[in-house]
């Protein structure tokens, strides 16, 4: 755990969590087991385009929220990295499609031309599914230490998260609503629990699973994540509309131009913030019986809110 080495609050508490030394540790150790897993071989072409994709940066919260759940709930960085990094494989062959003409049709991601724009939309579809495909074949292969029967929960987990019934299932109402004036907050809270929030869970809860985590502790963990997952997603809405393409790193105003019911458009700016910090804040009191312990955590769920791109 990263903390401050000398402040002390006033009334005795534990140093204040350093989350900005947390999170350039924990991106580095990511980075370096991204870099490993993905060696180029034959034909070439496909593998410099899932690693074109992949190691394009970005804030890699995913896999940090499962090596942090993981830890919290007894295991080690070691076991949870291969699911770590196989949800960070999972996440970007979603980037890759979602950026295709036929979805969002967008130039630009983590401020650098989009995969299709670079590769061709055929090869950026190939390596979406090559992503898929090596995810789960790297949890299975590379896991160490954890229990068949935990392992198995663990890829059921994946699955689920991306299919019909997490992200994909999301993805298709998105696209069915675009245009439509009459989409309501019920709709709109279906395609985001699953189009964003689904993976999101998976992160945390796949990390719990694998640390052989109690059933009470997982039903924590998953209200923490399902509530963050929808903070996240109302603070994308949010920067869609207030931040510049430059500090996105992609295209500004899409929900817009597409037309898409939001959570401003439904709620307005200030209701929108309003109601994501009180997820947050509902998040982080899921974490109440762990102590500090959570810190992490908890400084990752603030994080989701004060973020700005």
């Not at 994709?53 to 804030?59: N, Q």
């Not at 993981?70 to 699911?83: D, F, R, V, Y």
């Not at 992160?203 to 985590?213: H, P």
């Not at 105003?253 to 929108?272: F, M, V």
Request: charged share 25%; glycine share 8%; proline share 4%.
């Amino acid at each position: 755990m990263v903390v401050t080495d000398a402040r002390q609050s006033p009334t005795g508490e534990s140093p204040t969590f350093d989350l900005s030394a947390y999170l350039k540790q924990r991106q580095a150790l990511v980075e370096a087991a991204l870099d490993r897993a993905f060696p180029v071989t034959y034909p070439e072409k496909i593998y410099e385009s899932m690693r074109y994709s992949l190691l394009a940066g970005g804030k890699r919260l995913r896999p940090i929220l499962c090596l942090a759940t993981c830890e919290l709930t007894g295991g080690t960085i070691e076991m949870a990295m291969p699911t770590a990094i196989a949800l960070e494989m999972i996440h970007t062959m979603s980037l890759i499609h979602d950026d295709l003409p036929a979805m969002d049709n967008d130039d630009y991601r983590r401020g650098r031309l989009t995969n299709h724009k670079v590769y061709g939309e055929d090869i950026a579809i190939l390596a979406g599914d090559g992503l898929l495909a090596y995810a789960f074949e790297h949890v299975a292969e590379e896991t160490k230490n954890v229990p068949a029967e935990q392992l198995l929960k663990v890829i059921a987990r994946l699955g689920r998260a991306v299919g019909a019934a997490g992200l994909v299932g999301g993805q298709v109402v998105d696209l069915e609503c675009e245009g439509r004036t009459d989409t309501t907050l019920e709709t709109l809270h279906f395609i985001h629990t699953h189009k964003t929030g689904a993976l999101l869970e998976a992160c945390v809860v796949c990390g719990g699973i694998l640390a052989g985590a109690s059933a009470a502790d997982l039903q924590r963990l998953t209200r923490y994540a399902q509530n963050i997952g929808l903070a996240f997603q109302i603070v994308d809405d949010i920067l869609d509309i207030t931040a510049t393409g430059d500090e996105l790193g992609k295209t500004a105003g899409k929900d817009i131009q597409a037309q898409k019911a939001t959570y401003p458009s439904l709620w307005g700016l200030e209701e929108s913030r309003k109601q994501a910090k009180q997820l947050v804040e509902d998040a982080k009191a899921e974490l109440a019986p762990f102590g500090e312990k959570a810190q992490p955590l908890q400084a990752l769920a603030d994080y989701i809110t004060s973020r700005t791109h």
